[in-house]
């Protein structure tokens, strides 16, 4: 049930991109990111809503492919700030209904080098 | 403004006992969500409010946990005969409404059970 993200880790050099992955097993309504640093709380990236939906603030960006029921997390020009666990969280749809009950992925630990 | 709150920050009890985790969200935050987080491992779902009812709590393990948000701000995480299996960080979050969706996590309390 839990969604399964790709890769597990990475490292990069600043500068450098980046793709996380997330898929799931169950038909989806949407689709949070966070990312969390060591000894914090997760913080809130983005959220993505509809099928096919693409969004994307600074150089980090998000695409949705509802039929595919996966998410991918786009990281470019990496900073040592990216540096942490990225999660996606997300909420399926119960009998076609919205279930607003949000099931984190298995994580992907990203370390930037400099 | 002030963000989400979590009391304490760390908790060590005894197998057996019981304990409660406070949580307070952001003012004017309708939903509030509880989560466990074990480490190494993503936010696992337990329950969230809307208002002061309980929405969803189909992730509460078992019978021993219980949570109340009785006047629709501040919840409480109740674990009664505590296990050692009950160890883990307890993350609180909050949100604008449900149909939002972002998620404004607090620092969690660190639950020790010896």
């Known amino acids: 049930q839990q969604p399964v993200q790709s890769p597990q880790a990475v490292i990069l050099r600043e500068g450098e991109d980046a793709v996380i992955n997330c898929s799931s097993s169950?038909?989806?309504?949407?689709v949070h990111w966070y990312r969390q640093k060591h000894g914090e709380a997760p913080v809130f990236l983005m959220i993505?809503?509809?099928?096919?939906e693409q969004k994307g603030h600074d150089k980090i960006s998000a695409s949705f492919n509802e039929k595919k029921q996966q998410s991918s997390l786009y990281l470019t020009a990496s900073q040592l700030s990216y540096s942490g666990t990225y999660f996606c969280?997300?909420?399926?749809?119960?009998?076609?209904?919205?279930?607003?009950?949000?099931?984190f992925g298995t994580g992907t630990r990203l370390k930037v080098l400099a | 403004g002030a963000g989400v709150s979590q009391t304490p920050s760390n908790k060590v009890t005894e197998k057996g006992k019981y304990v409660e985790l406070r949580c307070d969200p952001i003012?004017?935050?309708?939903?509030l969500y509880w989560y466990r987080q074990s480490l190494g491992q993503g936010p696992e779902f337990l329950i969230y409010f809307q208002g002061t009812g309980a929405a969803d709590d189909s992730g509460l393990p078992n019978d021993r946990f219980f949570a109340v948000r009785p006047e629709g701000s501040v919840s409480t995480l109740k674990i009664q005969r505590t296990e050692r299996g009950d160890s883990a960080v307890y993350l609180c979050?909050?949100?604008?409404?449900?149909?939002?969706?972002?998620?404004?996590f607090g620092p969690g309390t660190r639950l020790t059970v010896t």
């Open positions: 169950k038909a989806l309504y949407s």
């Open positions: 993505l809503l509809k099928g096919g």
């Open positions: 969280g997300t909420e399926s749809l119960g009998n076609l209904r919205r279930t607003y009950k949000y099931i």
């Open positions: 979050a909050s949100s604008p409404d449900l149909a939002g969706g972002e998620q404004y």
């Open positions: 003012s004017g935050h309708t939903a």
